[in-house]
C-alpha cells in the first residue's frame, strides 16, 4: 500500500512538473535538458533484478560501440587565424552557436584574454612557474572535442535504452525530475522505483553528486526505497569511485565506446538531418575541411615543422587521415610536461562550459615514450589506405601523458623512409678508423638515421657505465681482467632480433621486436685513450681473456639496455616500424598495396629529419669520447701510481635484415585472445590489454566524408520505385488474369 501510494504521489509531482514548463514556472536552480525519444519493444519487459541496481545485475556483455555527432568535428586541423578573422567573428551572430568556426574563433579569444590575466598577474607577483599559454593547433584539439558533449551523453543514453531494452512501453522515461532533490535522472522507471544516472565518461559531477546525496538519504528507512545507480560506458576514475562510496551509491558499467560522426560541415541543428551547409558557413574561405588531412596538406620537403599534428600518421601523399583516437590523443597531447598539464586545465574548463564537467577526460597515463606501431591492416574501403595502432605502457592515471606527437611522428616518418630507401642503406657505422662509411647519404638525412647513429653512441656510453670502476659489478670486471694494460678492444653492433608477429590475411600483428648486441674482438689502428693504437701491444692470450669475461658480464647489461633503456626507445620505436614496413615491403611483390607506390623510389623529402644535425656531429662526439674515454679513475696506492683500464668498443647498428617468428592462429588466440578486439577497438577510443594502451587510427585514399558516410536508403532512389513497381504490375496482372478465368469458368458452369 505504501508503495503504491508512493508511485501515485510520484505521478503527480511528475505531472505538475511538465506541466510548469508550458506554464512558465521554470524550476529553480536546474534547467529542464531536452528527454531523448523513448522507442518501444515488443516483448515482456526485461527483469527488473537483472538490471543494473537489480539482486542480479548482468553481466552486460562485451564492449559495444555507439555513434554520436561532433558538429566541430569538422574544425579540427584548422589553420590557426589571422587577426581580421578574429575581429569579424566575434561581431557575427553565429559566434554563439557551437559548431561554427566564429564560436571556436571566440572561445580562442576568450582563452588568450584569461591567459594575459594570468601572466599579469604573475607579473606583479611572481611566485611559482609563469603561466604558459596553448598554442593554438594544441588548443583547437580539447575544443573541439568538448563541443560533442552533450551529444556523446544523450548517444550513450540512447544507446543504453537499446542495449538493456527500457522501453516507453515498459513505465521508463528520460529526464526525471525528482523534485525533493531539485534533480534530473537520465532514466528512471518510477513504478520500478529504478533511477539512472548514466556517465558516458570515467568522471562524476560533484554538483550532481551533492543532490544524489540527499536523494539517497531521503529514501533511508524507507520500506520501498528508490534505488539511484550510476552506469558508466568505462570505469571510473579513482576518485570517482571515492566519492560514490562515500556517498553510498552503487555503480555498475555497461561497457560501450564512442565513435563521434564527421559531419563535414556546421550544422544549423545537428539533429536535421536534411540540413546542407551554407557556403558561408565556413572559415575564411568559405569552405571547411573534408574531414581528415588532404594529401595537398601533408608534410613538406624538410618534413612538418614545429606544430606538425598526427593528422600525418601513416598517411601516404595520396591519402587522407580518417577521424580516429591515435590522431585525436597523439596530436592533441602536450609536448612538455608543463604544455599537457595546461592542455588539461584548458579540457576541464571546456568541459566545464558544455555542462559536463564529467566528461573532462584529458589522456592521463599514458607513457608516450614507449609509444611504438605493433599493428597494421592493409585495408580497401572504398579506395587503398590502412588501419594501424600504436601500443605504449599505462601509467597511473593522474600522471600527466606527453611528448605523444614527436614519438608517432618519428614512428610513421621512419616507416615511410624503410619504405623508401633499399634495405642496404639501413646500417651505420661508428669505426673511428672508417670515418668515410658512417651512413648512407639520404639515410643520414632522415630521423631513422640520427636515431640509429645515436644509438650507437649511446652503447659506448652505456658500456662505460657498466664497467666503471665505482660500480659494484664494474670493480669485479676491473679486477679480473688480466694483462699489463688490461685492454679490451672489440667491435659491438646492434642487429634486429627474431621478431615475433602475428599475419592473418591482411593483418600484421607486432607482439614482439627485440634487438640484439652482437660484438667480436678486433684491433683498432687509430689511437685512442693514452695514444695506445687498441691493444695491440697486449698477450694474445690476456686479450681472449679479457673479450670472454666483457662477454659473459658486460655485453648482456648491454643488450638489456638496448631493450629497456629509455635512451634506446627511439630506436626500439624506429625498429617497429622497420618491421611493419618490411611487411608492407614483401606484400607488395605479390599484390598492390596502400603503398606500393612508394617502395624503393628513394624519395625520403617529405620525411626529411626534423632536427638539425649531420652524421659528422655524431661521429666527431663518438671519436672524442674514443680519444678521451668516458672516465678516468685514479687509484691511490702505495706507490701513488695512477691506473688505467683502456677499453675501445665501436660497431655500428645494421637494419639491413629482419628475422621473424610467425604464429600460429592457435598460439596467437591461446596468448593474446583480447589483442584481436583491442586493436578493433583502439580505432575509436584508447583501448588497453593489460599494462598497455592501444591507440588507432585509420587512412583512405577518397575523402572521408565519402568514404565512410551513411550508405543513402534504397527508397531515396528514383529506381527503387521502378524496381519495386514491376513485380507489383507482374502481380495484379497475373492475379487479374486468374480472377477473370475463374469468373468466366464460373460463368460457363452455370450455364450449363
Known amino acids: 500500500m505504501n508503495g503504491r501510494r508512493r508511485v501515485r504521489t510520484l505521478l503527480v509531482a511528475v505531472t505538475l512538473a511538465a506541466l510548469c514548463g508550458p ?152 529526464e526525471l525530475h525528482v523534485p525533493e532533490v531539485n534533480r534530473y535522472y537520465d532514466l528512471a522507471n518510477v513504478e520500478l522505483g529504478l533511477y539512472y544516472e548514466l556517465k558516458s565518461g570515467k568522471g562524476i559531477d560533484a554538483k550532481e553528486l551533492a543532490r544524489d546525496k540527499a536523494f539517497i538519504e531521503a529514501e533511508r528507512g524507507k520500506d520501498n526505497p528508490r534505488r539511484l545507480v550510476y552506469i558508466f560506458a568505462v570505469p571510473p576514475t579513482k576518485e570517482a569511485k571515492r566519492l560514490l562510496e562515500e556517498a553510498g551509491i552503487d555503480y555498475v558499467v555497461v561497457p560501450a565506446q564512442k565513435k563521434v560522426i564527421n559531419p563535414g560541415g556546421p550544422p544549423h541543428d545537428p539533429n536535421d538531418q536534411k540540413f546542407k551547409p551554407r557556403k558561408d558557413d565556413g572559415g575564411p574561405d568559405g569552405n571547411g575541411p573534408d574531414g581528415g588531412g588532404t594529401p595537398n596538406g601533408g608534410p613538406q620537403a624538410g618534413g612538418p615543422q614545429g606544430g606538425a599534428s598526427a593528422d600525418d600518421t601513416l598517411r601516404a601523399p595520396d591519402q587522407y587521415q580518417a577521424p580516429a583516437a591515435a590522431p585525436a590523443e597523439i596530436g592533441d597531447s602536450g609536448d612538455t610536461r608543463e604544455e599537457a598539464a595546461e592542455l588539461r586545465d584548458i579540457d576541464r574548463q571546456l568541459a566545464a562550459e558544455s555542462g559536463h564537467p564529467e566528461l573532462a577526460e584529458d589522456l592521463g597515463g599514458v607513457d608516450f615514450s614507449t609509444l611504438e606501431l605493433r599493428y597494421v591492416s592493409d585495408t580497401y574501403h572504398k579506395g587503398s589506405g590502412v588501419q594501424y595502432a600504436f601500443k605504449a605502457d599505462a601509467l597511473p592515471a593522474d600522471e600527466e601523458s ?50 640509429l647513429l645515436e644509438a650507437d653512441l649511446a652503447m659506448k656510453k652505456s658500456v662505460a657505465k657498466f664497467i666503471h670502476p665505482n660500480k659494484p659489478g664494474g670493480q669485479k670486471f676491473w679486477d679480473s681482467l688480466r694483462g699489463e694494460t688490461k685492454c679490451v678492444s672489440m667491435r659491438q653492433w646492434i642487429v634486429p632480433g627474431t621478431a615475433t608477429v602475428r599475419e592473418t590475411g591482411d593483418e600484421l600483428y607486432i607482439l614482439d621486436a627485440p634487438l640484439q648486441v652482437k660484438m667480436e674482438s678486433e684491433v683498432i689502428k687509430t689511437p685512442g685513450v693514452g695514444g695506445n693504437t687498441g691493444c695491440g701491444q697486449q698477450d694474445e692470450a690476456s686479450t681472449q681473456h679479457n673479450t670472454a669475461l666483457y662477454r659473459s658480464t658486460i655485453l648482456p647489461q648491454v643488450q638489456n639496455a638496448v631493450n629497456t633503456a629509455p635512451e634506446y626507445a627511439d630506436l626500439r620505436r624506429v625498429y617497429a616500424s622497420r618491421v611493419a614496413a618490411e611487411w608492407f615491403r614483401k606484400r607488395s611483390t605479390t599484390k598492390h598495396t596502400a603503398y606500393s607506390d612508394l617502395i624503393g623510389k628513394g624519395d625520403i623529402s617529405r620525411w626529411a629529419s626534423n632536427e638539425k644535425w649531420t652524421p659528422r656531429d655524431v661521429f666527431d662526439r663518438y671519436v672524442q669520447s674514443y680519444k678521451n674515454g668516458e672516465f678516468k679513475v685514479k687509484r691511490t696506492t702505495t706507490k701513488g701510481n695512477i691506473i688505467y683500464t683502456n677499453t675501445y668498443v665501436y660497431g655500428g647498428v645494421d637494419f639491413t635484415r629482419i628475422n621473424q617468428n610467425r604464429l600460429s592462429a592457435a598460439k596467437f588466440a591461446k596468448d593474446h585472445p583480447a589483442l584481436s578486439a583491442t586493436a578493433r577497438n583502439a580505432l575509436d577510443a584508447p583501448s588497453g590489454e593489460g599494462s598497455d594502451v592501444w591507440l588507432g587510427g585509420q587512412t583512405t585514399a577518397v575523402p572521408t566524408d565519402e568514404a565512410f558516410a551513411s550508405p543513402e536508403p534504397a527508397t531515396s532512389k528514383p529506381l527503387f520505385y521502378v524496381l519495386g513497381a514491376v513485380p507489383l504490375a507482374a502481380w495484379l496482372v497475373t492475379g487479374g488474369a486468374l480472377w477473370w478465368r475463374r469468373r468466366t469458368d464460373s460463368a460457363t458452369g452455370a450455364g450449363l
Do not use: C, M
Not at 590575466?117 to 611566485?127: F, Q
Open 23 to 174: 506554464l512558465g514556472l521554470a524550476v529553480p536552480g536546474v534547467a529542464a535538458p531536452k528527454p531523448v525519444p523513448l522507442p518501444s519493444f515488443d516483448g515482456p519487459a526485461p527483469d527488473p533484478e537483472t538490471l543494473p541496481g537489480g539482486s542480479r545485475p548482468g553481466p552486460f556483455g562485451p564492449k559495444q560501440t555507439y555513434e554520436y555527432l561532433n558538429p566541430a568535428e569538422w574544425l579540427r586541423g584548422r589553420a590557426e587565424p589571422k587577426a581580421h578573422e578574429v575581429a569579424a567573428a566575434l561581431l557575427d551572430k553565429r559566434a554563439k552557436t557551437s559548431g561554427f568556426w566564429q564560436h571556436a574563433l571566440k572561445a580562442r579569444q576568450d582563452y588568450l584574454r584569461k591567459k594575459a590575466k594570468d601572466l599579469n598577474k604573475y607579473r606583479k607577483n611572481p611566485v611559482g612557474k609563469p603561466p604558459i599559454e596553448a598554442p593554438w593547433n594544441k588548443w583547437l584539439g580539447p575544443y573541439v572535442s568538448n563541443q560533442g558533449n552533450d551529444y556523446q551523453g544523450k548517444a550513450f543514453v540512447q544507446h543504453i535504452v537499446e542495449r538493456l531494452k527500457l522501453g516507453a512501453n515498459h513505465g521508463w522515461q528520460t
Open 402 to 451: 606527453f611528448g605523444g606527437r614527436k614519438a608517432a611522428q618519428l614512428a610513421s616518418d621512419s616507416f615511410f623512409v624503410w619504405l623508401e630507401l633499399p634495405p642496404s642503406a639501413f646500417t651505420v657505422n661508428l669505426n673511428p678508423d672508417e670515418p668515410e662509411r658512417i651512413i648512407d647519404e639520404k639515410f643520414g638525412r632522415t630521423d631513422a638515421g640520427r636515431v
